[in-house]
């Protein structure tokens, strides 16, 4: 009932930038938190970046300074622009929507298919 199509995923060498996006569609009443997560192989899926309308974002450790989320609300949209790329960012990058549906009023939390993001001589 809400999706979330992702890109700009791929290949890039180390220290190179990429710049993910995500917009959502659907029954949607508000959107309350959108942010990044990814997974590595054989590793669990762990938070990138997140960012609560009109709140502070929050970034993992090990991206602080290198990444930067930023939301379009009109466009329920979300993005992650990535600098200064290191090989162990290479991960699937997972889109995360929440919010009000407007139908019912009632909470969704939605997820991305996943992209692809590969850092790499």
């Known amino acids: 009932q809400v999706r979330l199509v992702e890109s700009g995923g791929g290949l890039v060498q180390p220290g190179g930038s990429l710049r993910l996006s995500c917009a959502a569609s659907?029954?949607?009443?508000?959107?309350?938190?959108m942010g990044w997560y990814r997974q590595a192989p054989g590793k669990q899926r762990e938070l990138v970046a997140t960012?609560?309308?009109?709140?502070?974002?929050n970034y993992a450790d090990s991206v602080m300074g290198r990444f930067t989320i930023s939301r379009d609300n009109a466009k329920n949209a979300v993005y992650l622009q990535m600098n200064s790329l290191k090989p162990e960012d290479t991960a699937v990058y997972y889109c995360n929507a929440e919010g009000i549906y407007s139908h019912d009023r009632s909470i969704f939390r939605s997820w991305g298919q996943g992209t692809q993001v590969t850092v790499s001589p």
């Open positions: 659907g029954i949607i009443l508000t959107i309350n938190t």
């Open positions: 960012m609560p309308t009109g709140g502070s974002t």
